[in-house]
């Protein structure tokens, strides 16, 4: 018999992030905050979720971009020792709304995009996810994060 065990981290939201700061990385675990978007940090190794004990991690993100505004995401994971986040989880990725895989995800400009990517059986230790943001006019950009980690 299985008993499913599940932690849920907070929901992770940002407004307006621009490209100057860029690339961010969340869920902030040390390192300086962007203000105002407390949960997301432009320090690579300042930004993870720790999977020790946990096998399977679900993302679940929902981004709003202005007219001229995009936000590309990928998945990034370390072992725990070297803190470089050198594996692209990305293309091993599942995502579920659109039945697919991919190197990364793009929320187009104008629209509102949701996703909800699982990693299942998940060998890293630390995840994190990377956004980069393309700002073609006037920052507009919205969006919430959140992390699943399940044991099995």
Same mark, same amino acid.
């Given at each position: 018999?299985?008993? /499913?065990?599940?932690?849920? +981290?907070?929901?992770?939201?940002? /407004?307006?992030?621009?490209?100057? +700061? ?9 390192? =300086?905050?962007? &203000?105002? %978007?407390?949960?997301?940090? +432009?320090?690579?190794? !300042? &930004? ?20 001229? %505004? ?12 070297? &803190? ?14 659109? %039945? ?6 793009? =929320?187009?400009?104008? =629209? ?11 060998? !890293?230790?630390?995840? /994190? ?8 006019? =006037?920052?507009? %950009? ?11």
């Amino acid at each position: 018999m299985t008993t /499913q065990n599940f932690t849920n +981290a907070p929901r992770l939201t940002f /407004q307006n992030l621009t490209t100057a +700061a860029g690339p961010y990385y969340a869920p902030v675990s040390t390192g =300086a905050r962007v &203000a105002g %978007n407390t949960d997301f940090t +432009a320090v690579s190794n !300042g &930004a993870w979720i720790d999977m020790d004990g946990f096998d399977h991690l679900s993302i679940m993100t929902a981004f709003t971009c202005g007219a001229a %505004n995009t936000i590309e995401l990928t998945i990034w994971s370390d072992d725990g020792v070297s &803190a470089i986040f050198g594996w692209h989880e990305t293309p091993g990725t599942y995502e579920s709304t659109t %039945n697919a895989f991919a190197a990364s995800w793009i =929320a187009p400009a104008g =629209a509102t995009t949701y996703w909800h990517f699982h990693l299942d059986d998940c060998n !890293g230790k630390r995840f /994190q996810v990377k956004l980069v943001i393309v700002d073609g006019g =006037a920052v507009s %950009n919205t969006g919430s994060i959140t992390f699943r980690r399940t044991k099995v």
